[in-house]
């Protein structure tokens, strides 16, 4: 047998490899741990390119507990000690009159489960948000074209906001190294390497006839070298297929690009006025805003004057399989943010007439197409954790609970969330997946 | 509008498109409908390639169901009208102690939905294959090294056999063709069509405002064509995620390597002798054998004096996303054999002791790595087929009266599979799926 040079290696150094790194090495303090990650610095892939938007209004109950938990932790951890860069601005989904009726259970279900969410109906929203166009006239053509609908109200979450990733990652890094743990950069994995349980020392194995399992990773960085543990967590977003594939494991994620566009409010008084909202929070600002057509969304950053803003961007933008980074994948488009994001915000807020990005990029969302709900399962010498995006910070510190329950006890025990919160490991498996589908997708 | 070309066009002319094809024209025989493949005869892409073997004897009430009144028709038209090749020579799933144990209540559930299997202790082996090997000794250094199970029983499927993959092709073919339906050879689809429910003319459409659906096919043949059509059906297997993927649209399948190899029993009297046997089937042949070790199988072809035989082939053998057809991926290795089938066949079976295959290829399997249940479902005009491999010959008749079913009526209703069974389409799609995982998968 190869000689461990790791009890246990974690690839990515993302907020969820971060989180899984942190609960293994707090929770198995005897054992070694190394995070690799084929970037300079911790968290900053597809983390630092994220909306880094929190909240637990899911209509899955499994999604509410991830989430729901994790926040918990991150509020409770910026109580303590570190400064994580938390808004609680709240989530405000504005509702067709369809939109409301539809998801009046889910609403219901929320409230029932503890979820703290407050319903608007359109006076309530006139009065709080008085320049939001909640009527569109018969005569308005391009509202007739666009197939606007009017406003018929909103549901308000209040354990929502948004908070910063790259604080969210050096604190889950810091914890890590202070326990013992070590962080690897600049190293890419570019493949597992497979062991028969108990090898013959005969050229070709594994075969077929013997056990087997992934016994560690080969890494590229300065020098190719192989790196053998007793476990590797798969962390790596979109780039656990990568990583899975060559060696027959399927990862269950489908990599899709999207872009986020900042309009600055320097200059655009009337825009400026609409960040600020003495009507929802202690912030005093416009919670994150998501209209009633084509899940477009403002997010306003009171800090910066700024909105990020942005809209569904499913049919037609391809998955990309094994994407290079820093490509064009990552590259926003100018006439995405003209022809389809513009117009549906300046229809429904005027304040956005003749706006223009100051700033755009993309990120890839790490999608589980089956449920949207993310996933870990054990294989063979193996963990593997995904499938979160475009809710993967909020739901980090209990997916890494889990990876830490499935490595001391396989997948069939209960993890510890935040606050003393059970949770069934086994159904956010593939083998026995009983979650919900998330019905609340943006 | 863009005017349709056709009122349905279905992607793939392997067996499951031809299956889809039929039976979509023969419930709507007003509707024009064409079928495509790039290659220049129907069934000659992984069908072909197949081992062809039917079997009701699945674990999964779904698998049951759908394989069941598939193998109905199928000997229903043998019976009536058309030679498919139909051999029912059984199957025989040979075990071990753990195996046997595990399988139980499989078996049992198979009894009581009326699924005809058989029980074999060790004994009855001994008497119906004396040259099965069931125990080995102690000291047999080979089978200790492999960790060869000895036998200690076996299941026999009788409703199971193989037929002929390219007979079935064409009668499906030209009953399609026989109802007016046109099929086109040599002609690949690569890419699908969008089209706004309500197109504005505006260059840039379809907008993420606007309605809209998949309304053709781009077509690369003699020359490049839009086709466009009232629905566009996927039932490419392996390339259905080349197709559907620049769209947006999970494919949920996933394509890997599978290998055949054929041991000629020419000159070997003992080989030969294997393949006859007068206690299992009428056609006094051995049946297909599943071994119990690596799934590791042997299928006596009597008519040709010879073998093929297998074994899986999961762990360490790549996913290959967008594969080409005719290279790498389509040749079998020889190693494969030597060093991972043929100690396992010859442990067991003496009788290949030194046998070398005289043919071989390879064939891509077209997974769904979820529950090894193949799904269709819909989405913005299309429907969507696959996931059956390798058991997608045995169910091909249900699936397509499925996608017939969900074409006629949408997601909700039922289809009247063979012989008047029911099944309720909307738990083989992904919105709602609610199947059986398959525990029995070769």
Not at 237 to 254: C, R
Not at 403 to 416: Q, T, W
Not at 421 to 436: D, L, M, N, T, W
Request: glycine share 10%; net charge negative; proline share 4%.
């Amino acid at each position: 047998m190869t000689t461990k040079d790791y009890d246990i290696v974690v690839i990515g150094a993302g907020i969820l490899g971060l989180s899984c790194a942190f609960h293994l090495k707090k929770n198995n303090p005897g054992k070694s741990i190394l995070v690799v990650d084929r970037l300079g610095e911790v968290g900053q892939a597809n983390t630092a390119r994220s909306n880094a938007l929190f909240r637990n209004t899911f209509t899955s109950w499994d999604n509410q507990v991830l989430s729901d938990t994790s926040i918990n932790f991150y509020l409770d951890v910026e109580r303590k000690s570190v400064d994580l860069g938390i808004r609680k601005t709240g989530y405000l989904w504005v509702m067709n009159e369809k939109q409301l009726s539809l998801n009046e259970r889910h609403v219901q279900k929320m409230i029932d489960n503890g979820i703290e969410v407050g319903k608007y109906d359109r006076a309530d929203l006139g009065r709080t948000i008085p320049s939001l166009r909640t009527r569109f006239e018969a005569s308005d053509e391009e509202a007739n074209i666009m197939k606007l609908p009017d406003v018929a109200g909103a549901v308000f979450g209040a354990k929502c906001g948004r908070l910063d990733p790259d604080k969210l990652s050096k604190f889950y890094a810091n914890q890590f190294l202070g326990l013992g743990g070590k962080i690897s950069l600049n190293v890419n994995a570019t493949s597992l390497l497979l062991e028969p349980n108990e090898p013959l020392g005969i050229e070709g194995e594994p075969f077929v006839w013997q056990e087997s399992r992934v016994a560690g990773v080969r890494l590229e960085g300065a020098v190719q070298s192989d790196l053998w543990a007793g476990m590797v967590v798969i962390a790596a977003g979109i780039w656990n297929n990568e990583i899975l594939e060559p060696a027959g494991i399927d990862g269950h994620v489908k990599a899709k690009k999207r872009q986020l566009f900042v309009v600055s409010a320097r200059g655009n008084q009337s825009l400026s006025n609409l960040i600020h909202n003495d009507n929802f929070n202690d912030l005093k600002t416009l919670p994150f805003v998501i209209l009633p057509k084509s899940g477009c969304y403002l997010k306003a950053v009171e800090e910066n004057n700024e909105f990020w803003v942005a809209c569904e961007d499913d049919l037609n933008r391809p998955f990309i399989n094994n994407p290079e980074p820093n490509l064009e994948n990552y590259k926003a488009e100018p006439s995405y943010y003209e022809h389809n994001v513009y117009p549906i915000l300046k229809a429904y807020f005027n304040e956005f007439e003749n706006s223009r990005p100051s700033q755009m990029w993309a990120g890839m969302y790490s999608y589980n197409t089956l449920d949207s709900i993310p996933f870990v399962f054990a294989e063979n010498g193996l963990i593997v954790a995904g499938g979160g995006s475009g809710s993967g910070i909020m739901k980090a510190d209990a997916m890494g609970r889990i990876v830490d329950e499935m490595y001391r006890d396989g997948e069939k025990g209960e993890a510890g969330l935040y606050g003393n919160v059970h949770y069934p490991i086994e159904k956010i498996g593939f083998k026995s997946r009983a979650v919900q589908r998330e019905e609340w997708v943006i």
